[in-house]
């Protein structure tokens, strides 16, 4: 089955930058939108950003100008370049991969950004 494995996580001072990737293994569809999801203990977990095997991108209001995310296809592999990080973007960052009919995800990565 799909595995889905983040990295790159870890504890940066505000103003820092961090680059998450996520590898992904098994049998991956040609056609597909890899993306980053965040969640914070108690509330819902919501859009990073996305991006489609064409490079189509979608972000996040609240990110946009500070990340970009990119991938590279024939690694099936995404990443997320996270510049100007605040402390408001501690979260436990989710890899997600998406095909027409079903979603795989990964089992996040911690990123603490401290004032």
């Known amino acids: 089955q799909v595995q889905l494995l983040e990295s790159g996580g870890g504890l940066v001072q505000a103003g820092g930058s961090l680059r998450l990737s996520c590898a992904s293994s098994?049998?991956?569809?040609?056609?597909?939108?890899m993306g980053w999801y965040r969640q914070t203990p108690g509330k819902q977990r919501e859009l990073v950003a996305t991006?489609?095997?064409?490079?189509?991108?979608n972000y996040a209001d609240s990110v946009k100008g500070r990340f970009t995310i990119s991938r590279d296809n024939a690694k099936n592999t995404v990443y997320l370049q996270m510049n100007s990080l605040k402390p408001e973007d501690t979260a436990v960052y989710y890899c997600?991969?998406?095909?027409?009919?079903?979603?795989?995800w990964g089992q996040g990565t911690q990123v603490t950004v401290s004032s």
């Open positions: 098994g049998s991956i569809f040609s056609i597909n939108t």
């Open positions: 991006i489609t095997t064409g490079g189509t991108t």
């Open positions: 997600k991969l998406s095909f027409i009919r079903r979603d795989y």
